[in-house]
């Protein structure tokens, strides 16, 4: 086993090291070693996915950098507030509800936003927003079934309600005024779209 352990290790040494020259007196040894090329790539990823991580932050938490700096890489969406472009394809996780004065976004545990992209599994339908509504007590399935996507017509069953925030699909429909997990609303099926 000791020679096992010996040839290996001159493996090792003939593979990965180089430049051996004779120390003072010539019984020591110095030896530079290079780095392989694996070894170099899992160090570019493993840099590369820190920069995602602290990128993320960043992207998440507004109040961690400084959004008056404009820097390349992120646009501005219609309500005013910097996205990335590097968020494209992510999904909110928790996915969360909330009022009219809710932020709306991407939200993660750090920066709960609530999702702006919401899909219902159960009918395949987007879920609309009625920012300051509330549904109104005689809604039923019927009525979101005849008149969804028609926002004029929806309109018609609700009631004007400061902070609140009128969710539906096809199939579903909630009024919401306080920011709640998605997951606590058991009987809904909705998921976040990727924004």
């Known amino acids: 086993m000791a020679d096992d352990l010996d040839e290996l290790l001159d493996e090792v040494e003939l593979r990965f090291c180089r430049n051996r020259s ?28 820190l920069s995602d991580l602290i990128e993320d932050i960043f992207h998440d938490d507004p109040s961690v950098s400084d959004l008056s700096k404009s820097s390349p890489g992120t646009i501005t969406n219609c309500s005013g507030h910097r996205a990335s472009s590097q968020t494209k394809g992510r999904k909110c996780c928790p996915v969360y509800l909330g009022g009219s004065s809710a932020p709306l ?30 549904w109104n007590k005689s809604c039923d399935y019927f009525f979101f079934r005849n008149n969804m996507p028609d926002l004029n017509k929806l309109k018609m069953k609700t009631l004007s309600r400061r902070g609140a925030r009128a969710y539906a699909c096809q199939c579903s429909w909630r009024s919401i005024q306080n920011l709640t997990d998605l997951r606590e609303e058991q009987e809904l099926r909705w998921v976040c779209g990727k924004h």
């Not at 003072?24 to 899992?42: F, I, M, T, Y």
């Not at 976004?105 to 509504?133: A, E, H, K, M, W």
Request: with cysteine; hydrophobic share 20%; glycine share 8%.
């Open 105 to 134: 976004g991407l939200g993660t545990n750090t920066s709960p936003r609530t999702c702006d992209q919401l899909r219902c599994t159960t009918c395949d339908f987007r879920v609309i927003t009625l920012d300051d509504y509330e």
């Open 22 to 49: 004779a120390g003072a007196g010539g019984s020591d040894k110095e030896v530079k070693l290079s780095a392989p090329s694996v070894r170099s790539k899992q160090n570019s990823k493993e840099e590369d996915d």
